[in-house]
């Protein structure tokens, strides 16, 4: 039997969708390929029987890093060593991918979620470009919000970034720069002994540099899995802090990253 505290999330609980549209010519990162697809077979091509019977199928393709997606553990290297000091050299291959740490390694995830919403600090809708998210930053949130980060936590980081999705010149911002998380931020994080954590824009780090310090903090040094492109404007609009977390990346045997459709449950 389900616990009471499953009962009462599931007839009262309120689903939120944290993932991005797919769609060709959506917003990507410079370095991941673009969305593709195409309708092979449209309804009335083959028809079956008198009532003349027909299914329509598509084709797509895309990078594991494109749309809201979810990084592997082996995503970044230093030197060829990537998590607990492991050399990669001869663990990939450009038809199995990684031989260890990819992300058919990565479980499902069900656990709890928190937001630290950075622009209501700053008393503004969207962060500047060059806004570089510290620790400073981080525990204000949580003490603003009233939320304790806990060991176990997957903790979602709102820059406003998503609110210029629709240009994707604007969103990408590749002159300019987009805000993000930076180095003492993503080790504060780490010391607090988060499972995953996830932000609005592309690539979690403050760009630039693009290099991505918190990537190599988080990942190669922590083995904590990064999210973007996450759509957090619902959870911040209701002022949702804490809240179930539930996203299942596809087990795509040797993968960099995944595609995934994660939910928040509150």
Same mark, same amino acid.
């Given at each position: 039997?389900?616990?009471?505290?499953?009962?009462e999330?599931?007839?009262?609980?309120?689903?939120?969708?944290?993932?991005q549209v797919?769609?060709p010519?959506?917003?990507?990162?410079?370095?991941?390929?673009?969305?593709?697809y195409t309708?092979?077979?449209?309804?009335?091509?083959?028809?079956? &029987?008198?009532?003349?019977?027909?299914?329509?199928?598509?084709?797509f393709?895309? =990078?594991?890093?494109?749309?809201?997606?979810?990084?592997?553990?082996?995503?970044?290297?230093?030197?060829? !060593?990537?998590?607990?000091?492991?050399?990669?050299?001869?663990? +990939?291959d450009? +038809?199995?991918g990684?031989?260890?740490?990819?992300?058919?390694?990565?479980?499902?995830?069900?656990?709890?979620?928190?937001?630290?919403?950075?622009?209501p600090?700053?008393?503004?809708?969207?962060?500047p470009?060059?806004?570089?998210i510290?620790?400073?930053?981080?525990q204000r949130?949580?003490?603003? #919000?009233?939320?304790?980060i806990?060991?176990?936590?997957?903790?979602? $980081? !709102?820059?406003?970034?998503? !609110?210029?999705?629709?240009?994707?010149k604007?969103?990408?911002?590749?002159?300019?720069?987009?805000?993000?998380? $930076? &180095?003492?931020?993503?080790?504060?994080?780490?010391?607090?002994?988060?499972?995953?954590?996830?932000?609005?824009?592309?690539?979690?780090?403050?760009?630039?540099?693009?290099?991505l310090p918190?990537?190599?903090?988080?990942?190669?040094?922590n083995?904590?899995?990064?999210?973007?492109?996450l759509?957090?404007? #619902?959870?911040?609009k209701?002022? $949702?802090y804490?809240?179930?977390?539930?996203?299942?990346?596809?087990?795509?045997r =040797?993968?960099? =990253?995944?595609?995934?459709?994660? $939910?928040?449950?509150a």
């Amino acid at each position: 039997m389900l616990s009471s505290y499953a009962n009462e999330l599931l007839n009262k609980g309120r689903v939120f969708d944290l993932g991005q549209v797919i769609f060709p010519g959506m917003p990507h990162h410079p370095n991941q390929p673009p969305f593709g697809y195409t309708l092979l077979k449209k309804h009335g091509d083959i028809t079956l &029987e008198e009532k003349k019977i027909s299914f329509c199928n598509d084709l797509f393709m895309m =990078g594991g890093h494109t749309g809201t997606h979810l990084d592997a553990v082996a995503h970044v290297a230093c030197n060829n !060593r990537v998590y607990n000091d492991v050399d990669i050299t001869d663990l +990939q291959d450009y +038809q199995n991918g990684l031989k260890v740490m990819g992300i058919d390694t990565t479980p499902p995830i069900v656990r709890k979620g928190v937001l630290l919403d950075i622009p209501p600090l700053l008393d503004v809708e969207v962060l500047p470009h060059d806004f570089g998210i510290g620790e400073k930053e981080l525990q204000r949130a949580s003490e603003h #919000e009233g939320i304790d980060i806990e060991k176990g936590d997957v903790v979602l $980081i !709102r820059t406003g970034w998503m !609110r210029f999705w629709d240009d994707r010149k604007k969103y990408l911002s590749v002159d300019k720069g987009v805000p993000g998380v $930076i &180095e003492d931020g993503a080790r504060f994080l780490a010391s607090t002994g988060i499972s995953f954590t996830g932000t609005d824009t592309t690539a979690y780090d403050r760009v630039p540099p693009h290099y991505l310090p918190c990537h190599i903090i988080l990942l190669k040094e922590n083995g904590i899995q990064i999210m973007e492109m996450l759509n957090l404007e #619902e959870l911040s609009k209701n002022r $949702i802090y804490a809240f179930l977390f539930i996203a299942l990346p596809l087990k795509i045997r =040797g993968g960099a =990253g995944s595609p995934i459709r994660p $939910i928040a449950i509150a």
